[in-house]
């Protein structure tokens, strides 16, 4: 039985998903209903155009001579982990043809229940990096500004840290959502027990993706709200010692 994926659209060169150029698979499909996101059209489950697993490395690899050393395939959303089969087939294949693998995911749909635990398993023995977003380390702000529990997803970052699967930790900086030093501090203790992470980044939110929520005809929830300070991204590099990974990642490229 042929494995096949919904997938939204792909970019050629994306340079900010993950390590040196990639190719980026934007898969259709996610449960979150981020109060921030910028990609509301790939939210909708079943649509998007069907792909298999051969069709989308064949293009991805049109493209490999463009990669270098670090660069490769990253799989993003939509939440990739709802199509948990495809990514497995992508991934085994790309490996095979010796591409690295990274997966941008929120983790919402993680869960230690099968059949999912195995086919997760399965999925991370092809993966090489994960791109993780937490939103919010407060789970009641975090159902306020998604729409879902953080549980799974925090549960998703200490069993990555377990199997010791490496990540970068991405957090979008709301104001008058997740800016609040508290939170902030309490998302740093979180972290800091983690022992996986390579890499700690701050996303300043930004209003690039109103004009889809018009054009999807959906309300925009931060209308009202405008991008972070300078100062206040600097307060939140501070907090969460986002020096501290990037001065690990010069010393582990250094070694490599």
């Known amino acids: 039985m042929t494995v096949t994926g ?12 993950g390590p040196g150029i990639r190719f ?21 489950i079943g649509s ?33 982990l709802l199509q948990i089969d495809f990514l497995i087939d992508l991934f085994k294949k790309a490996k095979a043809a010796g591409v690295h693998t990274t997966i941008d995911t929120c983790g919402q749909p993680f869960t230690r229940e099968e059949p999912f635990f195995s086919k997760f398993n399965t999925l991370m023995t092809y993966t090489d990096l994960l791109l993780f977003d937490i939103k919010h380390i407060d789970n009641d702000a975090h159902k306020k500004l998604t729409k879902q529990a953080n549980t799974p997803i925090l549960e998703m970052a200490k069993y990555l840290s377990e199997i010791q699967k490496p990540v970068w930790i991405r957090h979008v900086l709301v104001p008058h959502r997740s800016d609040y030093d508290e939170y902030l501090i309490r998302l740093d203790s979180f972290i800091k027990t983690l022992e996986n992470v390579d890499k700690v980044e701050i996303l300043p939110y930004h209003t690039m993706g109103k004009y889809k929520w018009q054009n999807l005809g959906l309300r ?17 590099e501070r907090l969460l010692h986002v020096a501290d990974y990037k001065e690990y990642q010069r010393k582990k490229l250094a070694l490599a």
């Open 6 to 17: 919904r997938i939204h659209s792909t970019e050629s060169f994306g340079s900010v998903d």
């Open 24 to 44: 980026i698979v934007f898969t259709q499909g996610c449960r979150m209903r981020c109060e921030f996101c910028h990609n509301p059209d790939t939210w909708k």
């Open 48 to 80: 998007g155009t069907e792909r298999t697993a051969d069709d989308v490395l064949e293009e991805a690899l049109k493209y490999q001579e463009f990669w270098g050393e670090k660069g490769g395939i990253t799989v993003s959303g939509g939440e990739p």
């Open 220 to 236: 925009y929830p931060l209308k009202d709200i405008q991008p972070p300070t300078p100062q206040r991204v600097e307060n939140a």
